[in-house]
């Protein structure tokens, strides 16, 4: 989830009103899906993120 991402990875306590959790994901996505067809990094909504591939292509 985001609120672990910030405390597991930045030691943070997470503040719903920063978007640093967005641009290190943004980041991520730039690097690993962008260049590729098949995107690895995905949302689900109300978890977090994951990172897996799924055969479906880019959404």
């Known amino acids: 989830s985001r609120t672990e991402i910030?405390?597991?990875?930045?030691?943070?306590?997470?503040d719903s009103e920063t978007?640093?959790?967005d641009v290190a994901i943004r980041?991520?996505?730039i690097k690993l899906d962008d260049p590729y067809?098949?995107?690895l990094?995905?949302?689900i909504r109300g978890?977090?993120?994951v990172l897996e591939i799924r055969?479906?292509?880019k959404e």
């Open 6 to 14: 910030a405390e597991l990875i930045w030691d943070m306590h997470f």
């Open 27 to 29: 980041r991520l996505r």
């Open 19 to 21: 978007n640093v959790i």
């Open 37 to 39: 067809e098949i995107p």
């Open 47 to 49: 978890m977090g993120y």
């Open 41 to 43: 990094l995905h949302t």
């Open 55 to 57: 055969t479906q292509g």
